[in-house]
């Protein structure tokens, strides 16, 4: 069974940028899956951030394009986040999750990672 | 955009059956997802592709998508059932969509 596992810098200062990193625990990222950040705000619901595939082809929430960029890191073992222009809104769990390709459900998630925006 | 609304609370006593709504403009025309989340953990798939269990889900877990509803079914519910549940599907732009989510109580 594949693990994930987030992390990140715990609390960000407004404006600052915000970085995550996701490790998978078989090693490597595969060519059979789309990897995905989904978020959730404290009390709130779940919000999908965008995905990407091992070949880099990506796919965005139009809400948070503009600011955001999902990689994959050259070695392929590290699922990357970057969310520019952060505010309190941003304020999250941050988790990451994987889809098969054709699939339209993630079947495994990582236990996420907080996130605070705050000076 | 396109959005999926579920009621944000329902409540069941030990034994009975839990029916948890979604509703989506033709959201029959789209396969449907179902995940659990309990407090402080993250979430878990227990229905995929409208009807589809994984595999370690109990088979009182039971979903159906026609029209414009997905509809997930608890049946013999058990106080271990008590938690947060998400639908999930897609819009016409291949972004994935979740409902706000269904506190479920069991009493």
């Known amino acids: 069974q594949v693990h994930l596992k987030e992390s990140g810098p715990g609390l960000i200062k407004p404006s600052g940028t915000l970085s995550l990193t996701c490790t998978v625990s078989s090693g490597s990222l595969s060519n059979n899956h789309w990897w995905s950040w989904v978020r959730q705000p404290p009390g709130k619901g779940l919000e999908w951030i965008g995905e990407i595939y091992r070949g880099g082809t990506s796919n965005y929430n139009p809400s948070l394009k503009s600011r955001l960029t999902i990689s994959v890191d050259k070695s392929n073992h590290y699922l990357l986040l970057n969310l520019t222009s952060v505010t309190a809104a941003d304020t999250a769990v941050y988790y990451c999750a994987r889809r098969g390709t054709y699939r339209y459900h993630m079947d495994v998630w990582g236990k996420g990672t907080t996130v605070t925006v705050s000076s | 955009s396109y959005d999926l609304t579920q009621s944000p609370s329902l409540s069941v006593s030990t034994g009975q059956t839990a029916t948890i709504t979604c509703s989506g403009d033709?959201?029959?025309?789209?396969?449907s997802s179902w995940y659990q989340q309990k407090p402080g953990q993250s979430p878990v798939l227990v229905i995929y592709e409208n009807d589809k269990r994984p595999s370690g889900i109990p088979e009182r877990f039971s979903g159906s998508n026609s029209g414009d509803t997905a509809t997930l079914t608890i049946s013999g519910t058990q106080a271990l059932d008590e938690a947060d549940y998400y639908c999930?599907?897609?819009?016409?732009?291949?972004?994935?969509?979740f409902g706000g989510g269904t506190k479920l109580t069991v009493l």
């Open positions: 033709k959201l029959g025309d789209r396969w």
């Open positions: 999930q599907a897609w819009d016409s732009f291949s972004h994935i969509v």
